[in-house]
């Protein structure tokens, strides 16, 4: 069964780069089938999809997040990370790291096609001087 | 940028259907996800590709599309049945998003 643990420190000054890694357990990061993915959640608000990494290192990035967001992939460790520079009080949040299932057009390499399928725990990270 | 719209809230009695309900421009062209986030918890994966259950999901739990809508039908609410709900879909140039999320009060 595949498991994700995210981990990283839990408090971040502001301006400075917030930095998580996702370990992926029971599973290859390498698999062509997925992407993978970072997803916070503010206290007590909803879920916003940060960005997401295939294998190969091709990233795709929140629009809104793109200028200071960078997710990175060590096949040899089975870990992804983000990068998220510039921090603010508003990047306070708890973060997940996600499998998503990978379609190429109307072509879809698993059952759930783009879904979020597994997550880890989440971790809280907050921006406070 | 583009938009999920959800209602904030939906309220069921035990044993009634629960219907929250997704919109956006794309809907048509993309299909749609939906999560169950129950509190202190991560999300889980209910629906996708609009319509399908995934294993050790119960029955009761079925989505379906109309047009720019999406909707998530709980048969039979259950009180453990009461959470926080997401839709999910994408756009043309693969930015995923989710709405606002729905809190199901079971009363």
């Known amino acids: 069964q595949l498991q994700m643990q995210e981990w990283g420190p839990g408090l971040v000054k502001p301006s400075e780069t917030l930095s998580l890694t996702c370990t992926v357990s029971?599973?290859?990061?390498?698999?062509?089938?997925?992407?993978w993915g970072w997803i916070r959640q503010p206290p007590g608000k909803g879920l916003e999809w940060i960005g997401t990494i295939y294998y190969s290192g091709s990233t795709y990035y929140n629009p809104s997040l793109k200028s200071r967001v960078t997710i990175s992939v060590d096949t040899s460790k089975n870990q992804f990370s983000l990068k998220l520079r510039s921090v603010t009080a508003a990047d306070t949040a708890l973060y997940y790291c996600?499998?998503?299932?990978?379609?190429?057009?109307?072509?879809?390499?698993?059952?759930?096609?783009?879904?979020?399928?597994?997550w880890g725990q989440g971790t809280m990270v907050t921006v406070s001087s | 940028s583009y938009e999920l719209a959800q209602p904030p809230s939906v309220s069921v009695s035990p044993g009634q259907t629960a219907r929250i309900t997704c919109s956006g421009d794309?809907?048509?062209?993309?299909?749609a996800y939906w999560y169950q986030q129950k509190p202190g918890q991560a999300p889980v994966l209910v629906i996708y590709?609009?319509?399908e259950r995934p294993s050790g999901i119960p029955e009761r739990f079925s989505g379906s599309s109309s047009g720019t809508t999406v909707t998530l039908t709980i048969s039979g609410v259950q009180a453990e049945d009461e959470a926080d709900y997401y839709c999910?879909?994408?756009?043309?140039?693969?930015?995923?998003?989710f709405g606002g999320g729905t809190k199901l009060t079971v009363l």
């Open positions: 996600a499998r998503k299932g990978y379609c190429s057009g109307d072509n879809c390499y698993v059952l759930v096609g783009e879904a979020f399928d597994i």
């Open positions: 029971g599973g290859s990061i390498s698999s062509s089938s997925y992407h």
């Open positions: 590709k609009d319509s």
């Open positions: 999910q879909s994408a756009d043309s140039s693969g930015t995923y998003v």
């Open positions: 794309a809907l048509p062209k993309q299909y």
